[in-house]
């Protein structure tokens, strides 16, 4: 590829993080003229605005009447640790994993719980693990989206209707942009800074009568700290589900999911916020179908994920690189469109192969991705030129 001119189109939002991710179309630190800081969050005003993100977080993700759905604090992470610690070991474990975040959730269960009677089902990054090797009637730990390897779970058809163990799902960069079959899941999590564009640290759980039938009957065996606790006397602390948060939430950061629901009511819901995704993700695949140097990372068409679209490169040169050069010319090309403005934050995740993270959520407009793309091209041009074989 010879060195190709500068194009002409910046994106006018160049924020493409994967986490924290873009702010809804329109956002300013306006939207948050309201909130109640200063007060607190115990008080009705902090309550009921509490209580607001959980009942428009139903209502956009069409979650069932008889699901209760908490706020939670350390994000994600938290509500996906909350809901190992007090909900394994009652029976055997199937957990799947196939990038860092599902790697991790193993770790905690192998070498912090110690459970012994665990199955673990890996594939690379780019690939999914069989599905139809897992066993419903034991607990099964996923991520319904790979974030750091650009792969979903097309759909829930591989999990049993009439399953004995429990479905835990870390869905924090799908739920807002996929569809999720609620009546396959027992415990789903995520967190706001993603498919929203929310604030960090606070994370939200979604438990299904299953799931809640669960924590009172059964005690786990080791001891639990405060900040995981659902239950007290054997019965579900149902304030948590109610707004009554288990620590001191930002009133803020409530303050701007609540515009984020709003956002999201206000477009068409559910519908239109998969639609703009799909239409982010289609954008970015077309351009990929036609390059001669990128690649989605998932090979499969009906596993690539709408949201963490993970770019990997297959120019002849570049696999020819050392593991160091594959990581410096990836590298470069991060740099060199962080220094023009252009993308911000788009490099592969740390342990992923070498290349680039376009983030597609539903807060994106596909103008900014039509946009960046050209600029791909442009800075993989002066990649080449430095690494490729004239320059060797």
Known sequence: MSELPRPATKPANPNFSSGPCAKRPGWSVQALADTPV????????????LEDVIERSRKVLGIPADYRIGIVPASDTGAVEMAMWSLLGE??????????FGEGWVTDVAKQLKLEDLRVFKAPYGQLPDLAQVDCDRDVVFTWNGTTGGVRIPNGDW??????GLTICDATSA???MDMPWDKLDVVTWSWQKVLGGEGAHGMLVLSPRAVARLESYKPAWPLPKIFRMTKGGKLIDGI???ETINTPSMIAVEDQLDALKWAESIGGLKALINRSEANFKAVQDWMDKSSWAANLAS???????TSICVAIKAAFFAKLSDDDKAAA??????????????YDIGAYRDAPPGLRIWGGATVET?????????LDWAFAQVEAEFGPKAQ
Do not use: N, Y
């Open 367 to 375: 103008a900014d991705i039509l946009a960046l793309l050209p600029w």
């Open 159 to 164: 999990i049993k209707a009439d399953r004995k």
């Open 175 to 177: 739920v807002f942009a």
């Open 330 to 343: 990836a590298k470069k090309i991060v740099t060199l469109l962080d220094k023009e403005g252009v993308a």
């Open 300 to 306: 499969d068409p009906k596993v690539r994920s709408c």
């Open 91 to 100: 029976r055997g474990i199937d957990m799947l994993a196939w990038e860092s």
């Open 241 to 243: 589900f109610k707004g």
């Open 38 to 49: 200063g007060r607190s969050h115990r008080a009705k005003i902090g309550k009921t605005r």
